[in-house]
Every structure is written in C-alpha cells, then in structure tokens.
C-alpha cells in the first residue's frame, strides 16, 4: 500500500513523507490422496490445500478382507505416515486382497499315514463284504 507498483522490488521516490506496506501471502500446496483397492484414508480421499511446512499425518485403514500394501508417490512406509508439505504432492495408499489360508496335505502332520490306513481299511472291508456275498 502507499504505491502503486507491486512484485516483490520495487523503486519508490522519495519526494514526501510515505507510508509503505507489504503484504504478504502464505504459500499453499495442495495434497492428492488416492486409494487403490478397497479401504480408508484420513484425511479422507481427495484434494485437499495445507500451508507450506505443514505437517500432514495420514493413516491407511483397510476394509475388511483387505490389507495395506504401500504408500505410493512418497517414501514414506507404514499405514501411518507424516509428511511435510513443500511442493502440490500426491499419494495413493495401495491396498490388496488378504490371501485366503489355504491347507494342504503337508501342513498335516500324519496326513498321508492316515490316509492310507483309511484307505486299508476300506479294501479290508471291501473285500470281506464281496467274500461273504
């Protein structure tokens, strides 16, 4: 104020008494947050504007049957993250499908001794059966 030029220099004359003012603006960044897959973030999904220096904790949540993977566009890991607003940035929290326990004949201790004795037993039977007949 008390000129008319603006910029960050200025020339001013001093020919009389002046009174100057500069004014200035906080420096705002914006900050994307995409999910990929099924869960939750917080600050919720979407554009939002934060000063600049501002630091902007985040938290993935996964839905149910879902699991967190990763944080993309920054280098930051874990479900909770901070980070510092010094550029526009955007994230995506990446989730996936939790894997289904699957069992297998291995995971059972016996399993295969069991089943040819079960099997045994059924020949056995069988042929007792047809023997009688």
């Known amino acids: 104020q008390g000129t008319d030029e603006t910029g960050e220099e200025i020339t001013i ?16 960044y914006e900050l994307t947050i995409n999910i990929d897959g099924e869960g939750t973030t917080s600050p ?7 000063t600049q220096g501002e630091e902007v904790t985040i938290t993935a949540t996964s839905a149910e049957g879902w699991e967190f993977v990763e944080w993309t566009g920054t280098d930051e ?3 909770e993250i901070t980070i510092t607003m010094d550029e526009d940035k955007e994230i995506t929290a990446v989730f996936q499908e939790e ?27 069988i042929y007792y059966n047809k023997k009688e007949q």
Do not use: N
Request: glycine share 6%; aromatic share 6%; charged share 30%.
């Open 99 to 125: 894997e289904e326990d699957e069992i297998s004949a291995d995971d059972i201790p016996g399993f295969t001794t069991m089943l040819l004795i079960v099997a045994a037993v059924v020949a056995v039977a």
């Open 44 to 50: 919720a999904e979407g554009t939002h504007t934060y």
């Open 13 to 28: 004359t001093m020919d009389e008494d002046k009174d100057i003012t500069a004014v200035f603006e906080e420096i705002e």
């Open 77 to 79: 890991t874990g479900e």
